[in-house]
């Protein structure tokens, strides 16, 4: 596990779109979380219909992409970095356009016309459709800009296409938006209120994938508990449905058993969770299927229950508590992973203390460790100062990160001398003479290739750990293979 997993990864493998018939250039980065790369995917097959091709290469590109997030102050000044980038390559190709897509795109808006010259187009995460339209625009000569938050917008009936893929897991979004105004979170502002996506279209998705040779899909949103299907609309007017809509509502228990009925041997995984919204039907409808992985990506942001009310986060310390202690006792090999923010304003060595004491109850299987970031715009910035030095963030920083260091290995440990089952996704990063897969609970596995492929599932004998990785050796296909 690296010590601080950086938000703003950007694809190492991109796989191109190629159309025939198709002459103009599309290069396209993505930055941020899951939902940013399943984004761009989006934006890909819309801009195929009109004429482009995806390339490798930021030279050659008609019209250059970078799908931004605005989460944290790194996440922003990277992609600022990359515009410098695109201005240098600009200037010997002037023909190029270049526009902003995401969550800074929203955030910013028209003030990436005005700062950014090198910017052509501004494109907020619910525009996309409207994308020709902007496109014809620039090309006429006028910059273009559309970042209006939309109230049912879902891309339900566009199909992605693949571009960050091994061509054996693949991210299917099921809801957009969200609901719960964190005081530290931006995410409210530039990608709306929550609204679900049809089931029907989620079905027919993952039958496609399947079809095509996936073997694992990973459920999107922003809050995947908060799924809630009535026939269109946002969440929070739900209670304005008819008795038929309600009656017929389909909850995200019920999208995770439709999906792992419609393919019994697709893996399935879902992120994000929120505590607040998770319900035991979930952990129940999990423990049902075998084909839904036992891991649950639980954010928590801090163990003291001061900062969790500054944060309006709407849970307890003791909530969190009771709800790992039923996931346990309900799915007792579930591994947990979190999400933890240091450093919030007025943040006391005594709550850091609390969320130390609190790592250590759980005692997560791996996690995503931040210092606090002022965002612009969000409540936590425009009523609380940022008032805990730097140098003690990073302190308690290195504190929660070794702490987890040590938890990992802990259950890491607890794999050694058993058999477990792994979905090979690619070779290893350290070695070409062997795979790299996951187990059902998210850990990384390595063992000989042999004669496996990608997209087996093999039963791997653990034979020794490091704080992140599992070593093995086959013991021969399993039987979802």
Same mark, same amino acid.
């Given at each position: ?12 493998? #991109? ?17 941020? $979380? ?28 008609? #019209? ?18 990359? #515009? ?11 023909? *190029? ?127 995947? +508990? ?19 809509? /309600?009656? =017929? ?8 058993? *439709? $999906? ?11 992120? =994000?969770?929120?505590?607040?919204? *998770? ?31 500054? *944060?309006?986060?709407?849970? @307890? ?36 203390? +609390? ?27 425009? /009523? ?17 990160? +070794? ?8 259950? =890491? ?18 070695? +070409? ?27 791997? /004998?653990?034979?020794?750990? @490091? =704080? ?10 399993? /039987?979802?293979?």
């Amino acid at each position: 596990m690296e010590k601080v997993i950086d938000e703003t990864k950007q694809g190492e493998s #991109l796989v191109l779109q190629q159309k025939e018939g198709n002459t103009r250039k599309l290069y396209i980065e993505s930055y941020g $979380c899951a939902m940013n790369f399943s984004d761009s995917e989006i934006v890909a097959s819309i801009l195929a219909n009109e004429g482009f091709n995806t390339t490798n290469s930021l030279e050659d590109a008609d #019209l250059v992409l970078v799908n931004t997030c605005s989460i944290r102050d790194k996440a922003e000044q990277t992609v600022r970095k990359r #515009l410098e980038k695109y201005n240098a390559v600009k200037k010997v190709n002037p023909k *190029m356009k270049v526009g902003v897509l995401g969550c800074m795109a929203e955030r910013l808006k028209s003030k990436f016309l005005e700062e950014e010259k090198i910017v052509d187009l501004v494109v907020g995460p619910d525009a996309y459709k409207d994308l020709p339209n902007l496109i014809e625009e620039v090309e006429d000569g006028r910059d273009a800009i559309n970042v209006i938050l939309s109230k049912d917008e879902t891309y339900g009936d566009i199909s992605p296409v693949r571009l960050n893929t091994n061509g054996v897991t693949a991210f299917v979004s099921i809801t957009r938006g969200c609901d719960n105004m964190c005081t530290f979170c931006v995410v409210p502002f530039t990608r709306g209120r929550e609204r679900s996506r049809d089931p029907q279209s989620i079905i027919e998705e993952v039958n496609d994938l399947w079809n095509k040779g996936y073997k694992e899909i990973t459920l999107l949103g922003q809050n995947v +508990d908060s799924y809630l299907w009535y026939g269109g609309g946002l969440k929070k007017d739900f209670d304005k449905a008819s008795d038929l809509q /309600k009656a =017929t509502a389909v909850n995200f228990s019920q999208l995770l058993e *439709m $999906c792992a009925l419609a393919q019994p041997k697709m893996r399935i995984r879902f992120s =994000t969770s929120n505590p607040q919204d *998770m319900t035991l039907d979930v952990v129940r409808t999990m423990a049902k299927f075998e084909n839904i992985c036992n891991y649950i990506h639980l954010p928590v942001q801090s163990g003291s229950n001061r900062i969790l009310k500054a *944060m309006n986060r709407q849970h @307890t310390r003791e909530e969190y508590f009771k709800l790992i202690d039923d996931i346990r006792e309900i799915l007792p090999d579930c591994a947990i992973s979190q999400d933890m923010i240091t450093g919030f304003p007025t943040e006391t060595d005594e709550d850091h203390q +609390d969320t130390l004491t609190l790592m250590e109850y759980v005692k997560y299987d791996f996690g995503y460790m931040f210092a606090y970031s002022e965002r612009p715009g969000t409540l936590a910035e425009r /009523k609380l100062e940022d008032d805990v030095p730097e140098e003690v963030k990073k302190q308690r920083l290195v504190e929660i990160v +070794d702490l987890q260091q040590k938890h990992s290995h802990y259950r =890491t440990q607890q794999f050694v001398g058993k058999t477990v089952e792994v979905l090979i996704e690619k070779p290893s990063k350290k070695s +070409d003479a062997h795979w790299s897969g996951r187990t059902p609970q998210s850990t990384v596995v390595v063992f000989p290739k042999e004669h496996y492929k990608v997209g087996d599932f093999v039963n791997v /004998k653990i034979n020794e750990c @490091t =704080t992140a990785t599992l070593i093995g050796e086959a013991e021969g296909y399993s /039987k979802n293979n």
